[in-house]
């Protein structure tokens, strides 16, 4: 294992210049972080901490949240990232999703093993505090966010909780299932959104923004929780092109709002577009639900609180994997169930890759739908 200990890891790292806006009490990322740089950096290894397994990373998953540490409000300057984030003088290495192979693990790891594929949660949780005694692991209190909080997963190797290792060694057998492996994570955001709203037989749903997590919203919603129509919107023409696959029916924002339903039971606003939801307010049934998953960073408005006391209007923030949701993704994917690498639009080679791509935040968001990194091989 010295060997390993020697080598040098290829990591994509993220800096900013630190300046909380002036007569902010609690500032979030979006109004602390200004002029963020985007580099590629070769680090070398330490040695491995007893709870932590060294991995050489196979396919590497960009989220939107990783594009928004690097994307700019361009009146000011500042980034766009509302999520927690931490990035330290010298750089954060971003990226929380992905999937490789384990090559080395800490002496208190038991549940993974040297030669294993994994895929990871990103939330790394105190398993202390009140809300994780309760079991709500998604809303611990002392969480740190890989990639965002703690240093992520874009290099060559990396270091990682061994707490966030799920084994997807029967997925691992392909290219298909690798590149599905990668997908877990935002599935499992998707997954917890259906269960917040409780989405059952005979729904109909409305997803707001056909990104990864909205176009897996749409998916489970129908495959698995039973939805009896899904209805996607979506602004960016690519994008709807390709949610045909999950929705039965496809909209630009206007055209939903002019043609749309009228009798709607489940919103899952996946866009960051807050508008969206009090546009669509009055439309929800009696005992309809809303979750929000789409960060930011403005307010939410909402004139049609009459209608939601009167309907018993159900509106919920919806953060997370935890509780169970990777276990059922992975095995839906195993059982062929669902298939996750159908929302791959690009794959582009290394942290090099990566690092040039981020450079184009709007091609992104234009051109693709989820984008994985080959990090090695």
Partial sequence: MERIHALKSKLLIVNAEKRPVDGIANPGPHQIYRDPR???????????????????????????????????N???????????????????????????????????????????????????????????????????????????????????IVDVPSMLTHEVNALAGSDKGLKTSACIEPAGVAYVACQNTHVS??????????????????????VVFGASRVHVVEPVKFRRMLAKKWSDHIYDIDEFFDDGPCSVDVVIEASGNMDNVNRVFRRLNANGRVAILG????????????????????????????????????????????????VVTEIVNGTEGLCDLLQSPKKILEENCKVLARLNG
């Avoid at 580099?39 to 007893?50: F, P």
């Avoid at 611990?140 to 874009?154: I, K, N, P, W």
């Avoid at 037989?201 to 489970?220: E, K, Q, R, Y």
């Fill in 201 to 222: 037989a005979g729904d109909v749903i409305v997803v707001f923004g056909a990104g990864p997590i909205g176009l897996f919203s749409a998916m489970l919603g129908k």
């Fill in 74 to 156: 361009p009146d000011t300057g500042y980034i766009r990232c509302s999520a927690p984030a931490d990035i330290p003088k010298e750089g954060r290495i971003i990226g929380h999703e992905g999937v490789g192979k384990v090559v080395e693990v800490g002496s208190r790891v038991y549940h993974v093993k040297e030669g294993d594929y994994v895929t990871f949660e990103s939330i790394i949780v105190c398993y202390h505090c009140n809300a994780c005694r309760r079991g709500q692991f998604n809303q611990c209190q002392h969480a740190r966010l890989l990639g965002l909080e703690q240093d992520g997963l874009f290099g060559t």
């Fill in 295 to 342: 960060r930011s960073g403005v307010p939410l408005v909402l004139d049609a609180v009459d209608h939601m006391i009167t309907n018993a209007v159900s509106l919920v923030g919806s953060r997370g994997h935890l509780g169970g949701a990777f276990a059922k993704i992975i095995s839906l994917c195993e059982n062929n169930r669902i298939s996750l690498d159908g």
């Fill in 38 to 72: 985007v580099s590629v950096l070769n680090r070398e290894l330490g040695g491995l901490g007893c709870d932590k397994v060294r991995v050489e990373m196979i396919y590497g998953g960009l989220c939107g949240t990783d594009v928004h540490l690097v994307e700019t």
